[in-house]
């Protein structure tokens, strides 16, 4: 019942950018924290950024701060990671999540209740 339903991912070249979109259903999403978490394979699963309830706190991991922005829009229950001067380092599997916190640290894995289905984002050279 409950879903984040992910869109936007693709193949870009190094410089460029893209926007992810995660759209939930089933939940008060203005309730929740949301997060942004990518996986490369054979890594583990690394935290990217997120948003508290209202947008008005976020938080980005160090190798994306710059040139990522997390915003959301709670009238259409929508969560965006906007993705600009895209590395080749960039390239994993991008998910949307919920955060039970209240966005005043980076999101660990166990506050973490529902996931998205995940999108690929490829970024080359």
């Known amino acids: 019942q409950v879903q984040l339903v992910q869109s936007g991912g693709g193949l870009v070249q190094a410089g460029g950018s893209l926007r992810l979109s995660c759209a939930a259903s089933?939940?008060?999403?203005?309730?929740?924290?949301m997060s942004w978490f990518r996986q490369a394979p054979g890594t583990e699963r690394e935290f990217v950024a997120n948003?508290?309830?209202?947008?008005?706190?976020?938080n980005y991991a160090d190798s994306v701060k710059g040139r990522f922005t997390i915003s959301r829009d709670n009238y259409k229950n929508t969560v965006y990671l906007q993705m600009n001067s895209l590395k080749p380092e960039d390239t994993a599997v991008y998910y949307c999540?919920?955060?039970?916190?209240?966005?005043?640290?980076?999101?660990?894995?166990?506050?973490?209740?529902?996931w998205g289905q995940g999108t690929q984002v490829t970024v080359s050279s």
């Open positions: 089933g939940i008060t999403f203005g309730s929740w924290t």
């Open positions: 948003i508290n309830w209202s947008g008005g706190r976020t």
């Open positions: 999540a919920t955060d039970r916190g209240a966005g005043l640290d980076s999101t660990p894995t166990d506050r973490i209740d529902y």
